[in-house]
C-alpha cells in the first residue's frame, strides 16, 4: 500500500508561482508512474502532469505545458508541481496521484492523495 500526502496548495495573486509537494510512504518502491490532477467547482476532474519511472519522461497537458514543472526528490519519496505565472483558471483542488503499472498515469491510477487547495486570484 501506498499513502499520499499533499501540500503546498495556499492563495495567490496572478503571475505567481508556488511550489506543491506530495509525501509518499508505505511501499514506495512499487510506484511505477507518479501524477498531478486536478478539479475546480464544478468540472471533471483533469490531467496535470504526469512523471514515469522507466526513462523519467514527463507529458503535460496543453494548458499547463511551459508553466508547470513536475519532479521528484533524490529520495523519491516526494512528488513536487512548480507552478509558474499561474492564472485565474488554474484554481482547483490538486491531486497526487501513484500507480504500480506500466501505465501512463493519465490512463490508470492505484493511489490518490486527498487534495491541497490552489486558488489564484485576478
Known amino acids: 500500500q501506498v499513502q499520499l500526502v499533499e501540500s503546498g496548495g495556499r492563495l495567490v495573486r496572478a503571475g505567481d508561482s508556488l511550489r506543491l509537494s506530495c509525501a509518499a510512504s508505505g511501499d514506495t518502491l512499487s510506484i511505477y508512474a507518479w501524477g498531478w490532477f486536478r478539479q475546480a467547482p464544478g468540472k471533471e476532474r483533469e490531467f496535470v502532469a504526469g512523471l514515469s519511472r522507466s526513462d523519467g519522461g514527463t507529458d503535460y497537458a496543453d494548458s499547463v505545458e511551459g508553466r508547470f514543472t513536475i519532479s521528484r526528490d533524490n529520495a523519491k519519496t516526494t512528488l513536487y ?42
Open 81 to 122: 508541481l512548480r507552478m509558474d505565472s499561474l492564472q485565474p483558471e488554474d484554481t482547483a483542488i490538486y491531486h497526487c496521484a501513484a500507480s504500480r503499472f506500466r501505465l501512463p498515469i493519465w490512463a490508470y491510477a492505484d493511489y490518490w492523495g486527498q487534495g491541497t487547495q490552489v486558488t489564484v486570484s485576478s
